[in-house]
């Protein structure tokens, strides 16, 4: 590290869609300066990505069983990810100071003081050679914290010289938003964004996910479930907040009886007014939304969140950031703070007492 602390760094994570590892490097001071690098999307290996499916259908395993097997596997995943992505992009070890390893998500229990992420810290610096920094959500969580979203801190750095109050919104299993204007950042979970729709995609069809959202447009919205669905004290709680992947599962299991397009449309419909909803958490009304995140690849949501918001609703792509890396990224940054005992979090982000510093450091040697 040199004297000004840019650092380059490697961040990875996969997310609550679980539909692949995402790795990037960004070369930072943790603070201001950003130069953010190449990012790449690695799949999972089919074995570890069902087995991960099966254990969110049984959360509670999260918070019971050690997943040593699971856990050695996600971390091997993320190894030869990184590895992987090294390798195409011409990084050697030497070149790299840092990674930050968000690593799996697996169960997130604020209110329990608990949240688990997948991926051993110890044996990534070890056999990549690079310093390793994990367990990014721990101290939030056990200061009392929601532990999520931790992407804020990085959207500020990015969004220098943007035109504000700007809502950045993140379309990953969950949806969370970033409101910035001036100094003030304020972070929180809206509410579901692709578990569901992939969820139900996957039963109905065997389909990954709904492409562009068509099987959507094609359907009737059932008005009454999406207000049944709004009929839940979370949306009225003040931010910030956050939620785990599954939190909406078992309510929206009403759309069951549905057709396949109906059902896909009725949970789209509940996506936005979702985030349509997060308004009321957040000084003034956004001037403009810039949206990252896989759900930005659906043009029929992203279609309804600018028919829902009546302001510009783009994908980041448009003032130039990497929209399928932003969350690696960030982790890449989060680490280098990390290093320097900077903040992850704030009282606005996730409700901690105090701007906190966080995240765990292991020595490759």
């Not at 590290?1 to 790795?23: K, L, N, P, Q």
């Not at 990085?154 to 950045?168: F, I, K, N, Q, S």
């Amino acid at each position: 590290m040199d004297g000004d602390y840019r650092t380059t760094a490697i961040g990875v994570i996969s997310g609550t869609s679980m539909d692949g590892i995402d790795v990037a490097v960004v070369r930072t001071d943790g603070d201001r300066l950003v130069e953010p690098g190449a990012g790449r999307t690695i799949p999972y290996p089919e074995a570890v990505r069902a087995d991960l499916l099966a254990l969110i259908k049984e959360p509670e395993r999260a918070l019971t069983e050690p997943l040593a097997e699971l856990e050695q596997a996600v971390t091997d995943a993320h190894i030869t990810a990184i590895a992987q992505f090294m390798a195409e992009v011409g990084l050697t070890a030497r070149e790299v100071d840092l990674i930050g390893l968000h690593g799996q998500t697996v169960y997130h229990r604020p209110e329990r003081r608990f949240t688990r992420q997948l991926g051993f810290g110890a044996e990534v610096a070890r056999r990549l050679g690079i310093d390793t920094v994990n367990r990014f959500r721990h101290a939030d969580v056990e200061a009392g914290g929601e532990g999520a979203p931790l992407a804020p801190l990085y959207h500020r750095a990015l969004a220098t010289g943007l035109a504000e109050p700007l809502m950045v919104l993140n379309l990953g299993g969950v949806a969370n938003v970033t409101y910035l204007e001036g100094d003030v950042v304020i972070a929180f979970d809206t509410g579901p964004a692709s578990a569901l729709i992939d969820d139900f995609v996957r039963r109905r069809r065997g389909l990954a996910y709904d492409a562009d959202g068509a099987l959507a447009a094609k359907g009737i919205v059932r008005a009454d479930l999406v207000a049944a669905f709004m009929d839940n004290p979370f949306f009225a709680r003040p931010a910030p907040k956050s939620l785990d992947r599954n939190d909406f599962h078992r309510r929206a299991a009403a759309v069951e009886h549905l057709s396949d397009a109906d059902g896909a449309a009725t949970l789209t419909a509940f996506t936005v007014e979702s985030v349509a909803a997060s308004v009321a958490h957040v000084p003034r009304r956004p001037a403009r939304w810039l949206v990252t995140g896989g759900g930005r690849h659906n043009r029929f949501l992203m279609q309804r969140l600018t028919e829902r918001l009546g302001v510009p609703v783009d994908p980041v792509e448009a003032v130039g950031w990497h929209g399928d890396f932003l969350e690696a990224e960030a982790f890449a940054y989060l680490a280098v703070r990390s290093l320097r005992g900077l903040p992850l979090s704030l009282p606005t982000t996730t409700g901690v007492p105090e701007p906190l510093p966080g995240g765990e450091l292991h020595r490759a040697g």
